[in-house]
């Protein structure tokens, strides 16, 4: 699914750069280009991200 039109930005590529460490508007805007033509899709996005987990490399929980 396309979230960002005027970037042609879907779903999945927003996932994949939130987990690589992307993860605000700003970050992903300058990565992928997301929200920085019309605007419309930032609200979506902001939300998205806040629903995705973030997963540590702490490894020294048992
Ligand atoms: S829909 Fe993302 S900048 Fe227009």
Redesign the pocket.
Known sequence: MY?????Q?TESKILEAVEAGHRDIDSLGATL??????????NF?SELIATIPVITSDRSSP
Do not use: A, Q, W, Y
């Not at 979230?3 to 970037?7: A, E, L, M, W």
């Not at 280009?33 to 930032?42: A, V």
């Open positions: 979230v960002c039109i005027c970037k930005v280009g997301l929200g920085t033509e019309c605007g419309t899709c930032r996005t």
